[in-house]
């Protein structure tokens, strides 16, 4: 199947025409991952995005006296990815391949330029990564209050 095809099935996109889509495959791929490989850490640059086709990432955060901590898991028609949108544009977590993995990835520098040519595409990728942003932050405040309620 290809990357153009693949998109077109995504719920997560069905907001964009089929030449958006169109557009946003001529600058994705489909890549696959096996446990354990580490997509990006904390700090580093934010060039990129992931929608998982199959498998899970596990996104963390890095604590002095934890370590990493797992926050959430990602998984099928869900978003990896949202520190490109905001400038620095560097990762705010870290997260790593927990089974193997299927999954878009999408070059987010391009995507910006493509956004900021298009501003019908730019609010449907805004509206995408905002939801993403919610639902990550949403995670992320219950999984800390768990973490502090254990001795």
């Known amino acids: 199947m290809t990357t153009a095809a693949t998109l077109d099935e995504l719920t997560l996109l069905a907001g964009l025409s089929h030449t958006q889509r169109a557009a946003v495959a001529g600058i994705s791929s489909v890549e696959t991952y096996e446990p354990g490989h580490r997509l990006f850490d904390e700090g580093g640059i934010a060039d990129r ?19 990493r901590v797992a926050l959430q898991s990602v998984g099928h028609g869900e978003l990896l990815g949202w520190s490109w949108v905001v400038p620095p544009h560097r990762w705010h977590f870290g997260a790593t391949v927990v089974s193997p993995t299927r999954a878009v990835m999408v070059d987010a520098v391009r995507l910006r330029e493509l956004a900021d040519s298009d501003p019908e595409l730019g609010y449907h990728v ?13 995670t ?12």
């Not at 805004?126 to 949403?138: D, H, I, K, P, T």
């Not at 992320?140 to 001795?151: A, E, S, V, Y």
């Open 49 to 67: 995005c992931w929608v998982v086709l199959s498998g899970c990432v596990m996104i963390d955060h890095t604590t002095p006296s934890s370590g």
């Open 140 to 151: 992320t405040r219950i999984r800390l209050l768990d973490l502090q309620r254990q001795p």
């Open 126 to 138: 805004a509206l995408v990564m905002v939801g993403a942003l919610v639902e990550r932050l949403q």
